[in-house]
């Protein structure tokens, strides 16, 4: 390896992209912990209930778009690793903002899945790991959806990075199927379910350590262990969604990487 | 027990306040362990430097006002337990509101010492359980201070609930000590030493559960454990700023408990 290393390079090595997954783990599976405390409060992101007379989103919605437009005028998405829901055009920074090393290819980084995951998230994640109910706490329960679908949505646009650091590694391999736009060539060569089923074993056991109750005096029965959220839901998440969704997003992005 | 609890009643046990408050720890490590991920970053927090003329505050100080008037647009003052860093008034909410359930006597529930706490973490806590350095990634900073502070002013806020519970299992205990304002005394009432020790205890077995990096193998090097933030850290936070915060939110309620 050279001593002299150029930042975009650093920030592409797979151990680099790697860790961050494996850290971005933890952090999901926190969001996921934390919204459980809530029931489903489905009211704050079925119906479209604003006291205003000109919107008509949900409260979730509301809460969203607008925190999004807050954290736009911060620089969020400066960051090429943050994706917005619901921005079409990015408001401008208020404040000087950071330059992040240009690594993804420009024609392929804007690939944006968000709605997709907004659905899923809603109508297939959600009514799984929390309990049915209304406690009336939409407040807090939208901002802890926030935290949910931002975890989950930067690891899914990670595949962006996954996808930019494969190609550069083997464009030859990819090349092809690019040309031929063969999305099932392009996913056949990014999956690993070797790979696959360690992420669903490793979610799993965070899943059951960061969940647990921890208590001070330790020798408690084992056979009573209750946990926040269901390990092996975690793990039923990250392979039936999270996983598959990330592919998707590297097939988008090589499908635009020779434009 | 009656049979038939009324509402606020069940929210005022002294078990329920305590469970809520464990919960809360859970919270509060994850918070903390989140922020971790990012150097101290303070330019985001000491620097006014926003490109708006009008507008002279620290990039974090306009992300925390700004997400706060959103969060009261959609209900989230409406809980006695949620308490504002900025808003002297607060917007209305521009969704239907929860009618949460008055527990707190009314001239005592708007203690609010969330201006201590905004110095304490960013001049005392913050430095000491972040590495030092500037990453420029201060939107996502932003974003992991403000769930630091509000998880940690609501801990500390909750000793509104604390006190009223106390009080009204004893009100004549405390009577003198309020009608003669003496300050100590009521310190004197409130303080369990050996409850803080199991709380400082207990804290910091979080930090080091939750903080761990998890493996799919296990059987690794005991010796070698890195933790996210170092637990007896956790443990000394809560121990010389949290708990001591917590009581002085309880002192300046019951002080106000018979206006």
């Known amino acids: 390896m050279s001593s002299v290393v150029v930042e975009s390079d650093v920030q592409l090595s797979l151990d680099s992209i790697r860790e961050s997954l494996i850290r971005q783990e933890d952090t999901v599976v926190f969001s996921l912990i934390e919204r459980a405390k809530f029931p489903l409060n489905s009211p704050a992101f079925e119906e479209p209930r604003c006291l ?17 437009t807050i954290q736009a005028k911060v620089g969020r998405y400066a960051n090429p690793e943050e994706n917005p829901f619901f921005l079409d055009n990015i408001p401008h920074s208020v404040f000087p903002s950071h330059k992040y090393p240009q690594v993804l290819y420009s024609k392929a980084s804007s690939v944006n899945i968000n709605k997709r995951i907004w659905d899923v998230y809603f109508k297939e994640l959600l009514p799984l790991f929390v309990k049915p ?9 939208a901002a802890s959806d926030l935290a949910c679908l931002q975890a989950i949505s930067r690891r899914i646009h990670y595949g962006k990075f996954v996808a930019e650091v494969k190609f550069r590694d ?17 996913m056949k060569l990014l999956t690993f379910e070797k790979v696959e ?35 092996s839901l975690v793990s039923r998440i990250y392979g039936e969604w999270l996983i598959p969704l990330t592919k998707d997003v ?10």
């Not at 205003?52 to 999004?68: A, H, K, M, P, W």
């Not at 464009?171 to 031929?180: K, T, V």
């Open 197 to 231: 089923e360690m992420v669903k074993k490793r979610v799993e056991k965070k899943a059951e350590t960061f969940g647990q109750e921890v208590k001070c005096v330790s020798g408690d029965d084992e056979s009573e262990k209750k946990y926040k959220v269901k390990p």
């Open 133 to 141: 109910g209304d406690d009336g706490n939409y407040a807090s329960t």
């Open 170 to 186: 083997a464009p030859h391999d990819y090349e092809p199927a690019i040309r031929s736009k063969d999305t099932e060539a392009l």
């Open 250 to 259: 590297e097939v988008e992005y090589l499908l635009r990487r020779l434009d």
């Open 52 to 68: 205003d007379s000109g919107n008509s989103s949900s409260l979730t919605e509301f809460f969203v778009r607008e925190i999004e």
